[in-house]
Structures are given as C-alpha cells and as structure tokens.
C-alpha cells in the first residue's frame, strides 16, 4: 500500500505528489510550519489525508512546544491551529481533525505536560490507522455498486494518494476489483493540476488495474456512445442535503451522467459529511494561485494581462447524485434523512 504520509521519529514524512508521476520522493516535516506548508502547496492533498496531515501537524507542533503547563500549552495549540487552519479552506476533514485535536487536548488537560503531548501524538496515529480502516469499508460498501465488467470513469484523485491509504473512490474501485469484478478506468486528466493524469494513473497502474487517461472534455461524448458504465468520485466536503464539493470539473461530469443515465457515485469518510452546513451554498470554495493556470510545466501559455479564475473546487447539487458511499454505508436521497441516519451508526474501528 502506498504510504502517503507516516510518523516517523524524524517528523512527518510525505510523499511528495507533485514530483508525481515521474518522481518518487519523500519530505520530512520537522514542525507545524513545514506541514502547513506542505498542505498548502499540495505535497498532499486529498481530504482525508489532509485532515490527518493536519493532526500529526498539530501533534508535531505541540510536541516540540516549550510550554511549561497545560493552559500555556493550550495557548501553542491554539495557535498551531490557527496556522494549519489556513490552508485549505473547502476540505472539511481539515477543521474536523482540528476539533478532534482540541478535543483530545480537553480529556487530557489535567495530566503532566509530557503526558499530554504524548496523547495528542497517539491520536493523530490513531486517525491514521483509522482512516485506512474506513476506506476499506467503504469500498467494501461501493464495490457491489460497481458494474460486474466494463468502464468506470473517475475525475481527479480519490485513492491512496488522497488518504492515508487505499482511498475512497479508488478504494471502491479496488475493492471491486479484489472482488472479481473485471473493471477499466477511464481517468479524466483533471485540469489545471493534473491529479487524473498523474497521480489517479500512477496508483492503478502500480495496482495493475487497466486505466486509460482522457482528456476532462471527452467525458461526455464517450458516456453517449455508451463506454461509461459508471461514474465514481470523492469529495472535500457534503453538505446535509447531499450537495456535493470536489474538484472543479466534477459538477459537469455529475451533468453528463444524469443525461446519459450512467450512474454517479460520491465516495468519502463520514468525516467529510459537514451536517452543520445545510447545503451546498454554504461551501467556501478555494481559489488557487494564477501560476496554474498561466504555466505549464514552467513555461507560460497565456498571454501577459489575461484575466485569470482557477477555483480548486465546484459544487454538485444532490440531484445529481446516485448515492454517497461512507464507511457506514450507501446513503441515497433523500440525503437529509439518509446522511442524519448515519450519524447515529459510527463504525468501530476497534472491531474491524
């Protein structure tokens, strides 16, 4: 299994997926601005791996804290979250990583300062090994969804890469695959930063799983002529009512598919589910630097002065959505009532 990001005694160590494909390099972060850093220059990237990059981050910067007792140590972490919290503003699992921190922090104030930040430490281990455990899951929820043989299109990076491990909706598409199901994946390039063409294709390859890369403006036209059986993808964050945030490009892919009555799946961690945001409106969307768009591969292919917008991520209403695969299970419209009803049946990763 691909090791996006691990503890180690040196620091938190990272692939680095923007040397991906042709590179396989590591980064170690020494402290919380080195992972900060590493968040918002997408070394990682991915919701679920962000919220756990976001934990050892907190739990790095409050382990090399000089703070003489717990409310002085409180004080560093709030700051260490302030940082990290700036990263990445549209993926959820970002500030729910945060909060469980803080959590963490508030069952454990009354130890020794040592003990505390040993605590803390365990628990960005313990989301880790957890996030695995609910991708597994989830795929194990998605994978009877998948058709028995055929083409599942998937647009920009839902696997390992995008997680701690296995992935979410590469996870679903694995775990059909172990399953005996006979897929290819079409693999939508995912412009302007290429998570499709370099990073979705290196995973399945590595895995063996057939994959063709296409270009984002031929999805349509290949659902028509009837070479898509499915569609899967992740998210960065699910409002209540199903509505849907993830990569720019995927609310048209969602389109497409309701037109051309091809099946559209949403894979993420129940984490990812923000029942506090009533719907997709309510979704703070990132915008990334103009470099992405004005250069590519260092070189510029835009003219001096153009106007640039390059929004990370668009919104897909409900409507379009077949169903959302959680750890907890298939959750399908209405998503107000299905989602709420999932709240109430966590998985018990101590049991998987």
Known sequence: MIKTLEWTSAGVRFIDQTKLPTEET?????????????ISTMVVRGAPAIGVAAAMG????????EASDAAALRHDLNHICDVIGKTRPTAVNLFWAIHRMKQKFDT????????IKDALVKESKRMLVEDIASNQAMGRHGAVLMPATGNVLTHCNAGALATAGYGTALGVIRAAVESGKKLHVFADETRPFLQGARLTAWELMKDGIPTTVIPDSSAGSMMRAGKIGAVVVGSDRIAANGDVANKIGTYQVAVLA????????VAAPFSTIDLATPD???????????????HFAGKQIT?????IANPAFDVTPAKYVTAIITERGVARAPYEASLAEQR????NFDAS
Do not use: C, W
């Open 258 to 265: 309701k037109e051309n009555n091809v099946p559209f799946y």
């Open 303 to 307: 003219p001096d002065g153009v106007g």
């Open 26 to 38: 590591y980064i170690t972060a020494k402290n919380y601005q080195e992972v900060a850093d590493i």
């Open 58 to 65: 907190i739990a790095i910067g409050v382990l090399k804290s």
């Open 108 to 115: 454990v104030a009354h130890l020794s300062v040592p003990q």
């Open 344 to 347: 109430n049946h966590p998985l």
């Open 280 to 294: 997709g409106a309510g979704i703070p969307i990132e915008q990334r630097s103009a470099t992405e768009m004005t």
